[in-house]
């Protein structure tokens, strides 16, 4: 069965950067796009990144382009979020989650989810 291990949240100041990483075990790492998603407190859970099984293509939600860069190592079955720029509208428990599609970007074609972990950007 796979698993998902998101690392990296934290609490920073707007305009600051983290990068988060979410290493997947169970499953072979090149067979799946890996996505990440957000939920802040009180909202429905959101797409922010999504990279392809190759990593040669990724898309973005509109609030993070720009801004979030999403990359994956397949030597270390790990996918990475670099966020830049950080708003504390960013603020969320982010999640990492694999899927066997393209580059999809709604949570139910989503099959293992990572426990998430806690951003707070503050003004």
């Known amino acids: 069965q796979a698993h998902l291990e998101e690392s990296g949240g934290g609490s920073v100041q707007t305009g600051n950067s983290l990068r988060l990483s979410c290493v997947l075990s169970?499953?072979?790492?090149?067979?799946?796009?890996m996505g990440w998603f957000r939920q802040a407190p009180g909202k429905e859970r959101e797409f922010v990144a999504v990279?392809?099984?190759?990593?040669?293509?990724?898309v973005y939600a509109d609030s993070v382009k720009g801004r979030f860069t999403v990359s994956r190592e397949s030597g270390q079955n790990t996918v990475y979020l670099q966020m830049n720029s950080l708003k504390p509208e960013d603020t969320a428990v982010y999640y990492c989650?694999?899927?066997?599609?393209?580059?999809?970007?709604?949570?139910?074609?989503?099959?293992?989810w990572g426990q998430g972990t806690q951003v707070t950007v503050s003004s």
């Open positions: 990279v392809s099984k190759s990593g040669d293509s990724a």
């Open positions: 169970g499953r072979t790492f090149g067979g799946y796009a």
């Open positions: 989650a694999s899927s066997p599609g393209f580059t999809p970007t709604r949570a139910y074609e989503y099959d293992y």
